[in-house]
């Protein structure tokens, strides 16, 4: 057998990587020793299996970082062997071949197509074979750099978007969020909602009690709602939801299931034996080119700030193009528990 590679190919790998994993597959046990004595005496971890199926087995536990497999086994063409490798877990690392002296081209092309990752013409080429693992091993490492770096800033932009403390969009990407559905030019209902006496929650059991009634409101919000729906927390004790595809009534009828589902949410420990929610409605009609996101918001918080002037714990709503201005009135009694905003304003024009 031909001496193995000179030190100064030893060399060649960076001085904190790692000696890499490496698995053999060779039904031939003389030519599996070989290949393995060829590996260990440059630092790699070898492991020797006679089939694909047991390295199949064994990956799992052992996490190789490249397979090196003879293309010598009786009646199997190199595509076949190929196949056989990539069919279970051991797809995931880079995969050399070793073709014997007389592969022709058609069977390198077969099994490089098949999804072999490079080829040997023998293990009796030593400095080739090391120079091909050392290859692929430096590949597969900066792809794990790769995918570990695209991991981190998928994280940071997730926290970026994120409120900390209820686990919803915080206000900027909520605004960012509406601020798409109106270029969208889709319809869609708002829901501008807001925790009752909330300032008194934190008064009289603490600030980390009202934080807790925050995230226990946030999570009952999201998992009430379909994945198509959006909701964040657009500033201390106030929640906003924009509903896909909603009109006025169904913006209005899902506003009534999350104000029930609030007020049946068990008390929190050590805090207020229940809490409610307020809520004003309004729909993005596509058709009403003066339709912005800051008109939604006015429109929904004038519903709000009706809901809870009229007594709280209630839904008020407000069609696309109603004037916010007709809601700023405080009414002389509490308003019904369900009103549309035009027919609470002319009941409060009436009492004037």
Known sequence: MTRGAPESVRRSAAPHERPGRIAIVDPDSAHRDTLRSLLEREGFDVHAVETA????????????????????????????????????????????????????????????AAGADDY??????????????QLQLRNRRMLDVLQR?????????????IDPLTGVL??????QAMNERCRGRSRFGVLFMDIDHFKSINDLYGHDIGDRVLALIAGSLRSALRPEDTVGRYGGEEFVALIADAGLESTRLVAERLRQQIEMLPPVERGPSGVTLSVGCTVFDPQKQRDSCEEL?????AALYAAKRGGRNRVVTLPSGASPDALLTPPSTPVPRYVEGPALAAAWEKKA
């Open 120 to 133: 040997v013409s023998d293990v009796g080429r030593p400095l080739e074979l090391l120079a091909r693992v």
């Open 53 to 112: 199926a047991e390295l199949n087995r064994t990956d799992a536990e052992h996490r190789f970082d490249l397979v090196v497999s003879s293309a010598a086994v009786p009646g199997r063409t190199v595509a076949d062997i190929v196949g056989d490798l990539r069919k279970g877990d051991a797809l995931a690392q880079p995969l050399v071949i070793l073709v014997g002296r007389a592969a022709d081209d058609r069977s390198v092309a077969e099994g490089l």
């Open 149 to 161: 770096v695209r991991s981190e800033r998928d994280l940071l932009q997730k926290d970026a978007q």
């Open 297 to 301: 918001l006015r429109r929904a918080d």
């Open 170 to 175: 915080n206000r900027r990407s909520l605004e």
